[in-house]
Structures are given as structure tokens and as C-alpha cells.
């Protein structure tokens, strides 16, 4: 039985005027000879009344204080509670959700379920952005490897420190969701090691059970169930990213970035900053490339999972913006207009999507967003005039000659041991550093693996030094680098200078391509 305040303080004010009439009406009702003494025992009576009311004040602060820490008590072990801890084998996020077992009810089954396991992953936090990328096991092909390439490349030193990817395998195959977090730690291992990418998938019993799903605006039952799950795993990443940093932009699995597209998302954001937006565009298609800040996520996602089952993800985010500004009483192009206010578009967009095969079985997808242009495929140097060869065969008209003047990158097939390139200048120069850089935006992975810079000194007396100091490789070269993640850059050492030919050498047969997009010879 629970006492309510009010019916308490009642029931000890009752009680003292029940006291005090009863000790009053005690009193003669003439003022005889007793009087005085009556007076007497009145004000004594009036005096023990009085400190008895201070005590039942006492007792009553004291009994309103345990029922609001009881009521505290019950509320935070209600039937809906919030989430607030999500903690995994290895790792310990947090973020909070309320509501979420109103609108999936089959997770009070499995309290565990909504305890991201957090397969690689460094706790990064503090971060400008975080980019979210859902995956899917596809029937056709995986975009994902050529996705983060994309996204990876071209990124500074300081960049990569204020960044976040966090790749959400949104299945619960164990297996599969392993053989995901061995590829990106294979072929990213310095990006997983400092924390900049990270993986989780979802519990096993976090989807709901699809079969009795309602189908809806003609949509098959396949096509209805791919869509809420998607509206499910969006929330999901969206809720383990709220904390992450201060900016969430949400891309796909199969989508290509644009070089530099970073410094642009900054720069951007900073202006519009002060404005009133929900989210900035940075791509035209569905929901690539939408940036919100992290503080409006919780929102977003519970909007999203209140209505994860009837409409698709880009349809729920306009009406988000249709709850928020638009006035009833008004007309559709009024209402339009407003929408528009909350979001601001950068141009041309920085994302574009690539996947043929889309993440629903069976669907062949074309879409390109028009505002995306041309890539740049390579980056163009003044270099000192040099007779160039290479004992690589070039593909196509991507030479090596078209590389080094600036009009093409140089494009080569499978490199063996021994293969090499030599830039031998016309007269020796004074080089004071080197820049190469394996690999563009869309074919990121055709890199230059085991492979050495090495120079030529081109006098006797850097010759001698070249002996003295570093030692000879072969024919007078001299190793002064070589290549890490795709790119070689470094310093010439005065002692070497003037240098009459520079040279790359492969080391140890290649499994792919080499591409090289940049070449610049610094004087």
C-alpha cells in the first residue's frame, strides 16, 4: 500500500484539531474561582500542541523525502527503462534511447540485445566528424574495401586524427560478421590499430521477427522487410555514434568520396555552423552523405524506430522536417519552402554512389547523382626535364611520360621483382625532397608495395659521400626511402646533392595493379 502526500498531511491535521478541540471543550464553561488555573493548564496544553505540530512537520518532511526517493527508485526500474550502458567483451560505449520498447517490444524478452559487440575499435571519442556505414552480406559483390580506400585516401596526418569510421555489420552471423572485421583489419591495419576505423554488429536478438510484417504502398513482402531492417540499422548506428564526436554524416557501403571531401565537410559545416539546419547535404541520392549533429540524434533515431515499419528511411527524414516547420493552415508550397530552410546543400556533392547490386536481392541499380562531376584522377607537378623508362608495361594511354608532365596518371600492370622506374634529368639537380603517391581515389588499392626510392649522385665529390655515409646499392644509387600505405615522401640529403637520376625499385612480386598519380621531383 502506498501512502499519497496529500492524504497524509490531511490526516495529521485532523489529528492535531481533534487534539486541540478536545483539550479546549475540557475547560469549565464559567470563569469560577478555577479559572485562573484553567488559563494555566490552557497555555501548557497550547505549548505541548505547538511542539507536537513541529514534530509532525518533521515527520511529514521526513515521509515526503522517502516517498520521492521511492518514486525515484520506481521510476528508473519501470517497465520501459532506458538504455544507458552498452558494454561488449571487449569494449564499453554508451547511449541512451528512451521509449525504444514501446516500439520494439520484442527486445524486453532480451535486455542484452541492445549491447552493441564492439569486434575492433579503440574507443575513439572528441572527434570533429564520425562517418556511419552500415553493410549488408551481398549476393553479388561487396563494395566495402573500395568504400573506405575511397574515404581513406589522401587523408592528412591531422585529418585522420579527427575522424571516426564506424562500420556497422548489420548481421548477426558471427561468422560473417568475423570474416568483415578480419578483411578491414587486413587491408587497413594502421587505421584499425589507431582507432580511426572501427566495427560492431548488432546482438543476435535485436531484429524483430519480419515474417508478420504488414506490406505496404505495393511494396513485395522481401522488399517491405529489407526496408525496416534498414530503418533499423540506421537507428542503431545512429545511437552507438551519438557520443562519438560533433558531426554524423551517414553513408552507404558502395559509395566513392571525393578527393579532399573532408576539408570541404569542415569548411562547409563551419559556416553554417550559426544557422538553423536539421541536417547539410552532401549528395543528392536517398541518404548519402546527410550530416546532422550528433546532439540531434536521439531524435532522429527514436522517430525513426517509432515508425521503423511503415514508411522508407528518406521518406521518415522529410517528415521529421514536416513536424518541425510546417504550418498546417498552410499551403504545400509554404510548407515546402520551410523544409527547404532546414537543410543546407553543398554543391557539387562529395559522395557518389557506385554499387550495381544493391543490398536487396535481386535489384540492379543505376543511380548516379549528376552534381558529383569528375573525379581528379592525379595531381600535376612542374618536375625538372628527365628521360623517363620503365621496364613496366603502361595500360592504355596512362604512360609514364603523361604522369610526370602532369596531364595523366601512370597506370602499369602487375609489377614483379626487379621492376623499376628512372628519372634521369638532364643535368644534375638539386633535389631537395620527393613526393610519390600510388593509388587515386577510385583505384585506391593499385598501390606500390615493397618498393625503394633510390638517387644517383651526380657529382664525384657526393659520390664519395654517398660511399662514405650511406652506401652504395648498386651502379652508385643510393636508397633514401620507400613506400608506406602508397606513398613515398621524404628529404634529399645535401651530402647526395646534385642528384642526376632518381629510380623507384619493386622488390617482391605484386598482387595487383601499380598506379602512380602523383609525381613531384622538389627543388
Known sequence: MRLHPIRCGILLLALGCFLSLTWITSLPADGGPQGGSDLQTLQKRLLVAEELGVQVNRDLSSILEQMKNSSSSSSSN????????????????????????LYMPH???????????????????????????????????????????????????????????????AET???????????????????????LLEVVSPPQYYYPNFSSIRETFGDSKERVKWRTKQNLDFSFLMLYAQDKGTYYVQLEDDVLAKANYYSSMKTYVSQEESNRWLFLEFSLLGFIGKMFRTRDLPMIAEF????????????????????????????AKDCAKQKESMKRRFKPSLFQHVGLHSSLPGKVQHLKDKDFGKQ?????HTNPPAALSSSMK???????????????????????QGDHILINFTQPVHATGFLFRS??????????????????????????????????????????????????????????????????VVHSDSDVWALLSEVHIKL
Not at 602532369?406 to 602487375?414: E, K, N, Q, S
Request: one cysteine or more; a negative charge.
Open 304 to 331: 525513426f524506430l517509432m515508425f521503423h515499419r511503415d514508411k522508407p528511411i528518406d521518406w521518415l527524414l522529410d517528415h521529421i522536417l514536416w513536424v518541425k516547420v510546417c504550418n498546417p493552415e498552410k499551403d
Open 394 to 416: 603502361h595500360y592504355q594511354q596512362h604512360s609514364l611520360e603523361r604522369l610526370y608532365k602532369g596531364d595523366d596518371f601512370f597506370w602499369a600492370l602487375t609489377p614483379v
Open 107 to 169: 527486445l524486453r524478452e532480451h535486455p542484452d540485445s541492445l549491447l552493441p559487440n564492439v569486434m575492433l575499435g579503440q574507443e575513439r571519442r572528441g572527434v570533429s566528424i564520425v562517418l556511419g556505414i552500415p553493410t549488408v552480406k551481398r549476393a553479388k559483390q561487396s563494395y566495402l574495401v573500395n568504400t573506405l580506400s575511397s574515404l581513406l585516401y589522401g587523408l592528412t596526418a591531422p585529418q585522420r586524427r579527427d575522424l571516426l569510421i564506424i562500420v556497422f555489420v
Open 439 to 504: 593509388g587515386n581515389i577510385e583505384t585506391s588499392g593499385d598501390k606500390f608495395y615493397n618498393t625503394t626510392v633510390e638517387v644517383l649522385p651526380g657529382s664525384a665529390s657526393a659520390k664519395d659521400q654517398a660511399s662514405s655515409h650511406h652506401g652504395e646499392r648498386d651502379n652508385g644509387f643510393v636508397i633514401i626511402g620507400s613506400f608506406g600505405n602508397g606513398v613515398a615522401e621524404g628529404l634529399v640529403d645535401e651530402a647526395l646533392r646534385p642528384v642526376s637520376a632518381l629510380r623507384l
Open 78 to 101: 519501470s517497465s520501459h527503462p532506458k538504455l544507458e550502458s552498452v558494454v561488449s567483451s571487449e569494449k564499453q560505449q554508451t547511449f541512451a534511447q528512451s521509449n525504444i520498447y
Open 173 to 195: 552471423d558471427a561468422d560473417y560478421v568475423g570474416s568483415v572485421t578480419d578483411s578491414i583489419r587486413k587491408n587497413f591495419p594502421q587505421e584499425a590499430q589507431s582507432g
Open 376 to 380: 581528379t584522377l592525379h595531381t600535376p
